[in-house]
């Protein structure tokens, strides 16, 4: 099947008329970076295809106390413009300086895992998504936006217009564990966020990808560290916790058996590294 | 099928092209504008062999419709020389023999010319970061890289 | 001839292809195009192993764009064998799978379809109803060679025949007797996984109706020789009726030797009379083309308290996939190489050819004995370990010289093992024992003997 028509709104609402007009025969990109490779490989035949480029959706916003991503925000921009060091992290640890020119920061909440490592690192922050239909916007947590593997609560005639990211005083930790070094899926993402007062976890996030069939928070191990310091037994118990709630897989990188011993070791490693300073960012190969 | 015309420029030169909808920029470089130094291996984003610039940032050609770069200033391997005169990257590739088959080097040489142009004096880390996007089968890389430091240290000479 | 006297030995020369390569000007087979080109693309085999019942194209050929399809009816001579070249048996390959034959392994050619965009010839293929009547596979070796196994090839058992013998033997001396008198076993499995050539350039070719009912076909097959022939037994055409043009390959590394393309595309250009493009995707690349073989190599040593081998039983099987092609050139060279380079007076190799419903290995770097050297040298540390013996002390002791007889009753000669680790300790600042440093490849009846 060839493809008849390639749209690009100008805006938010002309992009919604056309989703009204063609429905879920729609394709809908944005970077492209996870559509083309499967049209080029003649595995997926739109017909139609609609492209979010010119729909003014590629905005960084600092409001208040929040962050505000453009959902078609080119993950390059988000390297240069954020201070958030958990984002910037989580954004050069995704593929290559090329497809980060490319692929956008809304397009990672839908990439299929492994990958969607700045999903794990939003899901860890806190982050909400505004969804918009004709009818008006929505908000939804990051929590409840997704329902199951390549799944969300997006609805077909509605588009991911932005992600708000509160900003936080809390320290950060972002791992991302590949078996090289760059533009490599992941074996585990561990994103952590915790707010330590005088050494006690008063809060924790705790957020995994590519440990189930989306970026989760691994609740049991955020549990475990809750009102406590982070002593080596304290540590071990949220990892193993976070080892035996998450929901691993078998693919061409790695075993679901070896992901969740992944899961164990780094979690414990990002909350040790949590301790020993307030942010710190980094990669594992 | 609604093909469009699309404007760009492509090496210093302005052009017009028909494309049917979803053409990639790639298809549109190699099969309508001769500009066969865009290589592909791929058609995934993972090789970078098609790698080009769009207003100097580096991006896979295999991934972009031409539609979405209208206007833009593309840049191949073949604006880097002409029959007299080699770009420094080239020169530096030709004397540390940072290829082998040939087949990765136009991708190469666009992200070295993209690099170089952001960071005139990259440390060999900042190189292999720069690098993480494309791949060769032949060399095993440190010919490359040592191309690139070779044309990051030839330019910083040029311009005492 | 003097050294003053040498212009090239001893310069830095610059290559020949190295401006059209940092240009990129060099024209590889894909940057040429050619008008009416037809873009051909294969339906395969989406199972392991099935029998062929039937094949349907009435909705293939509405797809607007396609031009034809070519079945096994249109093959002149139906059979893909690349060593039959040589004169190795047995063509037990089609180039395409006839109706009431079975499909060996998933991706396997079935029909190809031509058509005007690539696009066109992607829906067609999609719109081909294969009926396939599913039959049990075998996916792993050990798995084949057991009684009951699904049987692969056409002659009832599941590995090459050599001569006779199920497998390509060595025999050596007596290994039973040399390890009943051995002071050390030391036993070690070795597996390997197919590996995927993944040159950047993918497998391809362009066929061209050329002038005086010839055929020019562009290709960046390693092999263009092996391809002319190969291609003109298939179409059953003189060989002067074909031209071949390649030389400038996007890296093969022994993925680009199997000629599995140019038969195809020079048929359908027969057929329609227009050029052929038929290059392989990516996904075609990692899953249909070849493999350098999976291999499992167990290695029973006997060890004399000094150090030396006195003996080597080596089973290898070599997993070749659903059909032989290369492997058992492989399989040969390995027997050879199994004692690597060092004198063992007893070995007894069986290397078997082993047929599973995966898809066909053939040749990748060091066809035969890269994995070899992998599964020997571990063996040597292993040895080394258990001994209680310097790994340097080991490798020198056991070092073939000129005039040792190897297992395959070649004698040595150009020995240089000892002359290069010897180099190499050098270079690495190790400091070698006296009598290792004084030790030569020279035969050693001129060294007093072992």
Request: hydrophobic share 40%.
């Amino acid at each position: 099947m060839t493809i008849a028509n390639y749209y690009r709104p100008g805006s938010v609402s002309e992009a919604l008329d056309i989703l009204a007009a063609h429905g879920a025969d729609l394709l809908v990109i944005a970077g492209g970076t996870i559509a083309m490779p499967l049209i080029n490989e003649g595995i997926s035949l739109p017909a139609e295809v609609m492209g979010l480029r010119r729909a003014g959706l590629d905005t960084y916003t600092r409001r208040g106390d929040e962050v505000i991503l453009g959902a078609t925000l080119p993950i390059t921009r988000l390297v240069e413009q954020t201070d958030v060091p958990m984002l910037r992290a989580a954004a050069l640890r995704t593929a290559s300086w090329s497809v980060r020119n490319m692929a956008t920061v809304g397009g990672n909440l839908f990439a299929p895992p492994p990958a969607g490592d700045i999903a794990a690192a939003l899901l860890a922050l806190g982050a909400t998504a505004t969804i918009t239909g004709r009818s008006g916007t929505r908000e939804v947590a990051l929590d409840d936006f997704w329902t199951g593997f390549m799944t969300t609560v997006v609805a077909p005639d509605e588009l991911l217009t932005s992600i708000s990211v509160p900003v936080t005083s809390a320290a950060t930790s972002f791992i991302k564990f590949g078996r090289k070094r760059d533009n490599t899926p992941a074996v585990v993402t561990v994103a952590v966020t915790a707010n330590l007062d005088n050494g006690i976890v008063r809060g924790a996030r705790i957020a995994l990808g590519a440990a189930g069939p989306h970026a989760i928070r691994a609740s049991n191990a955020e549990a475990a560290v809750h009102g406590q310091p982070l002593s080596a037994s304290v540590i071990a118990a949220a990892a193993d916790a976070a080892a035996a709630e998450c929901e691993p897989f078998t693919d061409a990188v790695a075993t679901d058996a070896y992901r969740r011993q992944m899961v164990r070791l780094f979690v414990a490693r990002a909350l040790t590294q949590l301790d020993a300073s307030a942010s710190t960012q980094g990669r594992e190969a | 099928m609604a093909s469009v015309i699309v404007n760009l420029e492509v090496s210093g030169r302005a052009v017009e092209i028909i494309a049917a909808p979803l053409t990639t920029l790639q298809s549109v470089l190699r099969n309508q504008l001769g500009m066969t130094s865009v290589k592909e291996g791929c058609r995934q984003g993972g090789c970078g062999s098609c790698t080009v610039l769009v207003d100097g940032e580096p991006m896979m050609s295999c991934l972009l419709p031409v539609e979405d770069v209208a206007g833009r200033k593309i840049t191949t391997v073949e604006a880097l020389s002409t029959p007299d005169h080699l770009d420094p990257i080239q020169r530096a590739f030709l004397d540390n023999n940072g290829y082998q088959c040939g087949y990765c080097t136009p991708g190469m040489e666009m992200i070295a010319k993209a690099l170089l142009e952001h960071n005139p004096s990259p440390t060999r880390d900042e190189i292999v970061d720069a690098l993480a996007g494309n791949i060769c089968r032949c060399t095993g890389y440190q010919p490359i890289i040592d191309a690139i430091a070779a044309a990051a240290s030839a330019g910083q000479e040029a311009t005492r | 001839m003097s050294e003053e006297t040498l212009s090239v030995v001893g310069q830095s020369v610059a290559r020949s292809d190295g401006l059209g390569h940092v240009t990129g000007r060099d024209i590889y087979t894909f940057d040429r195009t050619f008008p009416g080109m037809l873009h051909l693309k294969i339906v395969r085999s989406p199972v392991h192993h099935a029998r062929l019942r039937g094949v349907d194209l009435s909705e293939a050929e509405k797809v607007p764009g396609f031009v034809r399809a070519l079945s096994a009816a249109d093959v002149p001579h139906n059979v893909y064998t690349i060593l039959g070249l040589i004169g190795v048996e047995p063509e037990e390959e089609f180039l395409l799978t006839p109706v009431g034959e079975r499909v060996r392994y998933k991706g396997e050619p079935i029909i190809a379809i031509a058509a005007d965009t690539e696009a066109a010839a992607i829906d067609a293929v999609a719109k081909v109803r294969l009926d396939l009547e599913e039959l049990p596979a075998v996916l792993d070796m050990d798995d084949a060679l057991a009684p009951g196994a699904p049987v692969v090839t056409h002659w009832g058992n599941n590995t090459f025949m050599y001569e006779g013998h199920n497998c390509r033997r060595v025999r050596f001396g007596d290994v039973d007797a040399a390890f009943a008198k051995a002071d050390y076993i030391v036993e070690g499995e070795y597996r390997t996984s197919p590996i995927e050539q993944a040159p950047v350039e993918t497998t391809g070719c362009i066929a061209v109706p050329a002038e005086n009912g010839r055929y020019t076909v562009y290709t960046n097959t390693q092999a263009l020789y092996f391809s002319l022939d190969n291609t003109s037994i298939i179409l059953q055409v003189p060989g002067n009726q074909l031209h071949f043009i390649g030389g400038m390959v996007g890296g093969g590394f022994g993925g680009k030797v199997d000629v599995i393309v140019e038969p195809l595309a020079t048929l359908a250009a027969m057929k329609t009379g227009r050029p052929v493009r038929y290059v392989f995707t990516r996904q075609e690349e990692m899953q249909v083309s070849s493999t350098r073989a999976s291999e499992t190599i167990r290695i029973k040593d006997g060890v004399m308290a000094d150090g030396r081998i006195v003996a080597r039983k080596v089973v290898n099987l070599f997993d070749c996939g659903a059909y032989s092609r290369q492997t058992p050139y492989s399989i040969t060279k390995f027997a050879a190489n199994a004692a690597g380079p060092y004198f063992i007076p007893n070995v007894y190799v069986d290397a078997y050819c082993v047929y599973t419903n995966r898809t066909p290995s053939s040749a990748m770097r060091g066809f035969g004995i890269t994995m070899a050297s992998f599964a020997l040298e571990v063996q040597m540390d292993k040895i080394a370990e258990k001994l209680g013996i310097d790994p340097w002390t080991l490798h020198f002791i056991n070092a073939y010289h000129n005039g040792d007889i190897k297992p395959h009753r070649k004698v040595v000669e150009d020995a240089t093992l000892i002359e290069t680790m010897q180099a190499a300790a050098e270079l690495v600042g190790h400091e070698l024992a006296p009598e290792l440093k004084r030790m030569t490849s020279a035969p050693r009846s001129t060294e007093g003997g072992r």
